[in-house]
């Protein structure tokens, strides 16, 4: 994933003192945030992104592509 100006690593988002106020606030609890970030960056790296899907489907089955390709 390309990191782009607005985004934070896990490591800054952790550090981030609006952040940290907010979760205090809430009651949520520095390492509960960790896991949940952890978690979500693992299931955003094993999703396949659609264009991925509509390449692999076109490669494997040629009858599949459009009549003006």
Do not use: H, W
Request: proline share 4%.
């Amino acid at each position: 994933m390309t990191k782009t100006r607005n985004d934070l690593t896990i490591s800054e988002a952790l550090r981030d003192p609006l952040i940290a106020m907010v979760m205090r606030a809430d009651g949520v609890k520095l390492d509960d945030f960790k896991q949940l970030l952890e978690t979500a960056a693992r299931k955003r790296e094993q999703r396949v992104s659609p264009v991925s899907k509509f390449l692999n489907v076109i490669s494997n089955n040629p009858a599949a592509t459009c009549s003006y390709c």
